[in-house]
């Protein structure tokens, strides 16, 4: 044949045969779901995840402000420190917080000591702030020295999970049986619990280990957090879709398993699991554990990269909620990384695929059902894209081969793509 039909011949076939719609037909789809899931409370910041989203099969969950209101009151507390009056337990306990607490914890614990006649600005007012010890992720406490500046008493007020101030406690055996009893009675009622210690010192310490030393535990305060009212409906929607749901948090088991319950996630109350457990445990019979079990308690942001290992070996796809600046490394490595948009850091944000503005459980829900709609849109798309390239393709290569002249010019094609 002459050169020019040769070229015409090979422009058409290339044209038949390079599919080049799939890029701009994906592109589309998946701009439009991004369009859609923003007016759903899901900001998309990277395209590609809104296709993944469709193929989730796990979402590991975070309890407080996401499966709950995350709007705490104090319900109760307990002065287990026969010596201290109610007054000073409280004063110690709102010594424990911020100067200028910030905290939904932090600011129940103020109302619910006003209402018992204990003003944090009078208590503020008679200490000066020497140490402020911030958060342990690992203990799960924190702490401050003050000075009395009437006496010049030194005290050190501590508050945080039983287990880490335990941890930093003088107490007998018998003391701290009693302890975690307490604390698993108010715990197993969806309580979240927090302890409080402290005692009198001379002078403040060397470095917060000596500060922390030998801490009386003086009682414990129990916070009600209210479970969403549309997260039951939205857990049952992920699990008749095959979709297991596992809730990942810093409280205790029994606080855990009580909200899971309400929540009606799906579990074996004999496979409910701590960060301690899994740090005991050795390959693979943590995977194993991790896999069986749907509530995973007292864990560590550190543990949640762990998680998200495990899992992903096993062959799931994961969408991994956080919200703290040491979520960073779980939410890159989930496959669907959602960050919390009201309570997420600034780091979370930057690292998630996904920023769930009204860090409620039932949007990420709504959010895999749009993602599933449109896998199958893009699904479907392909396919018939697919079945238009075969036949001309087809005829492209097949036309010429039988010596007859091209049945499909490049405007043809053009004209057939369009």
């Not at 008679?126 to 500046?149: A, E, I, N």
């Not at 549309?230 to 879709?241: D, F, G, L, S, T």
């Not at 087809?394 to 043809?412: E, Q, S, T, W, Y």
């Amino acid at each position: 044949e002459p050169w020019t039909q040769a070229l015409l011949g090979a422009a058409s076939l290339a044209m038949a045969a390079i599919p080049e719609e799939f890029p701009l037909i994906l592109t589309l789809f998946l701009s439009m779901g991004a369009w859609r899931l923003a007016g759903k409370g899901m900001l998309v910041r990277r395209l590609a995840a809104v296709e993944t989203l469709g193929a989730t099969t796990v979402i590991c969950t975070d309890k407080t402000g996401t499966l709950t209101r995350g709007e705490f009151v104090v319900t109760e507390h307990q002065v287990l420190d026969a010596s201290l009056p109610e007054a000073v337990f409280l004063e110690r306990a709102l010594l424990a917080c911020e100067d200028v607490p910030a905290d939904a914890m932090e600011k129940a614990l103020l109302d619910y000591a006003l209402a018992r006649g204990v003003s944090h600005e009078a208590v503020v007012g008679r200490w000066t702030l020497l140490r402020d010890y911030d958060f342990d992720p690992v203990g799960k406490h924190m702490s401050h020295v003050w000075r009395d500046t009437a006496s010049g008493a030194v005290v050190i007020a501590a508050k945080g999970a039983l287990e880490g101030v335990l941890a930093h406690a003088a107490a007998s055996p018998e003391e701290r049986a009693l302890l975690i009893d307490a604390n698993a009675r108010m715990a197993d009622r969806g309580l979240r619990v927090l302890a409080v210690a402290g005692r009198r010192a001379p002078e403040p310490g060397a470095d917060r280990d000596e500060d922390e030393h030998a801490l009386i535990v003086h009682g414990l305060i129990g916070f009600q957090d209210p479970l969403r009212p549309e997260v039951p409906a939205a857990v049952a929607e992920c699990q008749r879709a095959g979709m297991q749901v596992k809730m990942i948090t810093g409280d205790h088991a029994l606080t855990a398993h009580a909200v899971a319950e309400a929540a009606g996630i799906v579990h074996d109350d004999a496979w409910i699991v701590t960060g301690d457990e899994l740090d005991a445990l050795e390959e693979p019979a943590r995977s194993a554990r991790i896999a069986q079990s749907a509530i995973l308690a007292r864990i560590s942001p550190a543990q949640k990269l762990l998680i998200v290992d495990a899992l992903k070996k096993m062959g799931a796809i994961v969408a991994m909620t956080g919200d703290g600046v040491n979520d960073a490394p779980a939410l890159r490595r989930a496959d669907i990384g959602i960050a919390m948009g009201r309570r997420g850091t600034d780091v979370a944000r930057a690292t998630a695929d996904l920023v769930l503005l009204d860090d409620n459980f039932a949007s990420i829900v709504a959010t895999v059902r749009e993602g599933r709609h449109i896998h199958h849109n893009i699904q479907r798309a392909f396919l018939y894209l697919v079945a238009f390239h075969v036949p001309i393709v087809v005829l492209a290569a097949l036309v010429p081969l039988l010596g007859l002249p091209l049945l499909l010019l490049p405007i043809h094609l053009v004209w057939l793509e369009l």
